[in-house]
């Protein structure tokens, strides 16, 4: 039987009341290795050169044909899809051809780079684990959000340096920088964005939405 507890988000729903969670309790990583010997027990005969064979033909797979724009369904498991973002670290060509001919633009794209990779479960997946599961709550109490240890001006201040620094601003750079998970860290950014004094606004939807400021 596994455990969890009950948490609560930062933000609250549109008519006040509290949002709570259930979070899994999780008290060990399966490595390679111990996946493999898992592996072997159900597969029986089977070798775990065979089965270190078929995961790296799959990672190789992965590798190959999902930058070209293709997603990868495995029956009985699921669906695996790239998630795309704007690479900070290089700044793209047009954002230095700007930059030498003097332009000082609102918002300075860079590169499209791969960020992560998205997992949607095969729902028998979900019905076979649900019908073996068992949860029992630990504790009576809810685990409320951690208080930011920013003040909303230090947070604001933050913003605007990376801002003034790179052109823009993702939710990720926020996130970090104010030491907030990223639920919360989108949610103060409504509340900026929501207060025109704050001199923040946003370009771009979706993953391809950045904080820039306001008429720089």
């Known amino acids: 039987m596994a455990n969890y507890t009950l948490q609560e988000l930062p933000e609250k729903m549109a008519d006040g009341k509290k949002i709570v969670f259930p979070k899994m309790q999780t008290y060990s990583l399966h490595d390679y290795e111990t996946v493999i010997k898992h592996m072997r027990t159900y597969a029986g005969s089977v070798s775990d050169g065979l089965i270190r064979a078929v995961f790296d033909a799959l990672v190789s797979t992965m590798q190959s044909w999902m930058p070209l724009g293709h997603s990868i369904k495995i029956d009985g498991l699921g669906v695996f899809s790239l998630s795309l973002g704007f690479d900070t670290s290089t700044p793209s060509e047009k954002a230095n051809s700007q930059e030498q001919q003097g332009e000082n633009p609102k918002t300075k794209y860079r590169h499209v780079c791969i960020k992560g990779i998205n997992f949607k479960p095969d729902p028998e997946l979900l019905k076979e684990m649900n019908s073996q599961a068992a949860f029992d709550r630990v504790s ?26 790179y052109g823009y601003m993702t939710l990720t750079d926020y996130a970090l920088a104010t030491e907030q998970s990223r639920s919360a860290a989108s949610n103060d950014l409504k509340q900026l964005v929501a207060d025109a004094d704050s001199g923040i606004t946003t370009r771009g939807s979706h993953s391809h939405k950045v904080w820039v400021i306001t008429n720089p």
């Open 140 to 165: 009576t109490d809810i685990v409320a959000p951690k208080k930011n240890k920013y003040s909303r001006e230090e947070r604001l201040a933050k913003a605007k340096a990376i801002m003034e620094t």
